[in-house]
């Protein structure tokens, strides 16, 4: 595995490395996993405003809704009701 050199503020260093003391991790997998959770938060802003712009049209709404409706009949299929 190659490495790169990143340049950080020194504030920005110095959070880096306290939480990698405190989790006994490499500094590198502390910003593996902080750059993870940047991506997976722009997943889910991203289809926020897909969503949202779903929502602002009645027929694709409509179609959301029928599909959901769909998902919910075959999430019991094969279950009773106790």
């Given at each position: ?12 260093y110095?959070?880096?490395?306290e ?49 959901r ?14």
């Amino acid at each position: 595995m190659s490495t790169q050199i990143l340049r950080v503020q020194e504030d920005v260093y110095n959070e880096i490395k306290e939480l990698s003391e405190q989790d006994g991790l490499p500094m590198a997998h502390v910003i593996a996993k902080a750059v993870e959770e940047y991506k997976r938060a722009r997943f889910f802003d991203e289809l926020d405003v897909a969503f949202a712009r779903v929502k602002t049209d009645p027929i694709a709404w409509a179609e959301e809704k029928q599909e959901r409706a769909l998902s919910e009949n075959t999430l019991m299929d094969g279950l009773q009701d106790d």
